[in-house]
Every structure is written in structure tokens, then in C-alpha cells.
């Protein structure tokens, strides 16, 4: 029988007006194609401007998600992971997923699980101020909007259908783990508010909760109050300690550019990757799922150069990288075959799979060539 993989590609809910306050970013109203649109070239040879084959569409409209999900689940991706925020007590681009995915008649198509994008909001989304990087929100949450969360994300997502789960577990990424103890006031206490929400998760009739970390390579994590009444300035632990004070499941990574020099060719990007790859699956004592970024260029989010750009990233050479990591994925103990990609529609960091103007369906045709023709 064919192997099936779980080909998860992150969805960027941006790419909508429905949500009212993503006009303070992107006041044209139809969310950061506004960015996509005035997109143009920083020097000779520049890859863009480019234009989506699908049109500026608006992703929080179910007839348009749906053809979006025919397209990717005709690919090989059969799952998505939505970036999902949380500010100023209340959601924000939860659009895209509610209007959109869940509601679009051909959703059993997919599965989908959800990465809390815990990080500041600044002013990097609107080009008019992104140089200055001002603060909009803080990504930091207390003990209080931590439950409402937890209560959101078990009533209204954990029990559908169609979410992604490991072992009967709802799958949740945390992808800022620092602000995460920041805002519930140390290690000790978000460990117990983590235990809480598994507690939760359990009564709500699921096997448990499979927590999962994006991971950002090797570095140590700033923990600025390990108890939540110590008087120190805080310490440093590393990945390997939060995953155990914290008791995460599993990790994987968002996008190359959090653990590998970008700034240079595809291919030798990808050696590196390969080597990571290992390198994570031996390190830590929790399964590591192996991750592909198609790219990085965050040039149309600024009107100045921004340097750090993967160069020669066709759809041949990421499909040697998808070859690479379905090689790692057969060769590794792992208790799903999860391979993570950024990403589906991240057009302003110029990495994704959607089709566009200078390869078409080049990337969408790597991940089928590699997951779904071949046994």
C-alpha cells in the first residue's frame, strides 16, 4: 500500500478585509495583498514584483477557500496549519479560518491544526511605518486570557471533524515560547497552566493534547521570572530544558531563516537543512518533525532593501528538497510522517506554494511529483 504523508503547509490569514482591524495595517481593505500589490524590485534581478495566478481573492470567502483546498489536497497537501492570533483580549485574522476553511463544502478534504503566532504586533505589517518597528500589541497574555483561550480553542476548534490530531490528540503549536512565560509569570506557572489546559482537553473528551514548540534552532530562551515572585533578573535555559520544564510533545520549525543563513543559494541552504534535520532529531527527547521553507524575501513589506534572500529556489530544486525530506522521514522512528512547509500564502516573505506569474504551479507540482505520483 502507498505511504501517505501529512504534508502540512502554515497559512498567513492576512489576505482578507473582512477582519476590521487589519485596516490600521493595510488600509485599502483587502488585507496585505495591499503589500503584495505595490510589491516592485530593489535591484537588477529582483524577483519581483509577482502577481497570484488566482487573483488578489479574498481566503476568508469559503467558495475561494475551496478552491484553494482542491488545488492543494490534488497536490499532496492534505494539511493546513493556521497561523492564529491572539490581541487585546480577543482574536485577530480568525477569518480566513472560520468564514473560509471551516466553512467551505469540501473541507473533509483536508485536515488543519492551529499555531498560536504568540509574537508582538508591530508596525512591520504596514509599509508605511515597518522601518520603525513600533509596538501595536503585545503577543504576552495573562493567566486570565490564557483560559479563555484554552476554552476557545477546545469549544470551537479541537472538537471538529477535521482538526489534526496525533494519537486521538489535538495538535497546538506555541510559536513564541518566551512570551508565552512571560505573560503567564514564569516556569512554574505556565507549567501548571499547561496542565490545566490538558485537564481540559481530556474532559472535553479527547485523548490528551499534543503540544507542540516551532523551534528556532539552537539557542537559549529567555525566562525572565522562573517562579513568578523571584526577585532575580531572570536566566537563560535552552530548547531541550523548556521542552521538559514545559512537558511540549513535539517540535518542528516555521521557516529557515530562524535557524540557517538564508542569504545565499537554495541547494546549499539545503544541505544544511538535511544536516538539521538530524541534528534536531537526535538532540531533543521529544519526536522532531522535519521542516521545508520554499524561500524568504521580506523586501515587499519595506520601501528600503532588506538584505538576506534565498536565491535559486525553483520548483527543481525544492523538489531535491522535498526528495530529501521524505528520505528523512522514511528513515526516522517518528509516530506520524509530519513534514512542515512554509509555507502555503506567505507572498511578502516570498515563500509559498500558491501559483503565481514565474512558476505557475511549480512548487505545487514538486509536492505532488514527490508525495503522489510516486510509490
Known amino acids: ?84 492570533y491572539w490581541y487585546d483580549d480577543r482574536p485577530f485574522l480568525e477569518q480566513c479560518l472560520n468564514n473560509g476553511f471551516l466553512k467551505a463544502k469540501n473541507n473533509d478534504r483536508m485536515k488543519f491544526y492551529l499555531m ?9 505589517w504596514d509599509k508605511r511605518t515597518a522601518e520603525q518597528g513600533n509596538l501595536i500589541w503585545s503577543g504576552k497574555q495573562d493567566e486570565v486570557q490564557w483560559n479563555i483561550i484554552c476554552d476557545r480553542l477546545i469549544n470551537k476548534y479541537f472538537s471538529h471533524p477535521q482538526y489534526y490530531k496525533i494519537d486521538g490528540k489535538p495538535v497546538f503549536m506555541i510559536y513564541d515560547v518566551e512570551n508565552l512565560i512571560a505573560g503567564l509569570g514564569g516556569l512554574e506557572n505556565t507549567r501548571r497552566c499547561i496542565d490545566e489546559f490538558r485537564a481540559k482537553v481530556v474532559a472535553a473528551g479527547h485523548a490528551g493534547l499534543e503540544l507542540q514548540l516551532t523551534q528556532w534552532g539552537d539557542r537559549t530562551l529567555a525566562v525572565p521570572n522562573l517562579s513568578g515572585v523571584d526577585t532575580n533578573a531572570g536566566s537563560r535555559r535552552s530548547t531541550a530544558e523548556i521542552l521538559e520544564a514545559l512537558g511540549f510533545d513535539s517540535l518542528t520549525n516555521y521557516q529557515y531563516v530562524h535557524f540557517l543563513n538564508i542569504d545565499r543559494d537554495y541547494r546549499e541552504i539545503t544541505d544544511d537543512a538535511e544536516q538539521k534535520w538530524q541534528e534536531f532529531y537526535d538532540k531533543y527527547d521529544v519526536p522532531y518533525y522535519p521542516h521545508i521553507s520554499l524561500g524568504w524575501d521580506n523586501n515587499p513589506r519595506f520601501d528600503s532593501f532588506r538584505g538576506g534572500i534565498v536565491k535559486n529556489n525553483t520548483p527543481e530544486n525544492v523538489e531535491d528538497a522535498l526528495r530529501r525530506v521524505k528520505a528523512f522521514v522514511d528513515s526516522h522512528d517518528l509516530p506520524v510522517p509530519l513534514i512542515t512547509i512554509n509555507s502555503w500564502n506567505e507572498w511578502t516573505e516570498t515563500s509559498y506554494l500558491e501559483p503565481d506569474d514565474l512558476y505557475g504551479y511549480g512548487y505545487l507540482e514538486a509536492i505532488k511529483k514527490v508525495f503522489v505520483d510516486e510509490d
Open 1 to 84: 500500500m502507498k505511504k501517505q504523508y501529512d504534508i502540512a503547509a502554515y497559512i498567513w490569514p492576512s489576505y482578507t478585509g473582512d477582519e476590521p482591524r487589519s485596516r490600521i495595517f493595510w488600509p485599502e481593505g483587502y488585507g496585505e495583498w495591499q503589500s503584495v500589490k505595490a510589491a516592485g524590485a530593489k535591484y537588477p534581478g529582483h524577483q519581483w514584483p509577482r502577481k497570484p495566478l488566482w487573483g488578489y481573492v479574498n481566503e476568508a470567502d469559503p467558495y475561494v477557500m475551496e478552491m484553494e483546498i482542491n488545488a492543494a489536497a490534488d497536490h499532496g497537501v492534505n494539511v493546513f496549519i493556521y497561523d492564529w
Open 116 to 124: 498560536w503566532a504568540n509574537h508582538d504586533a508591530v508596525s512591520t
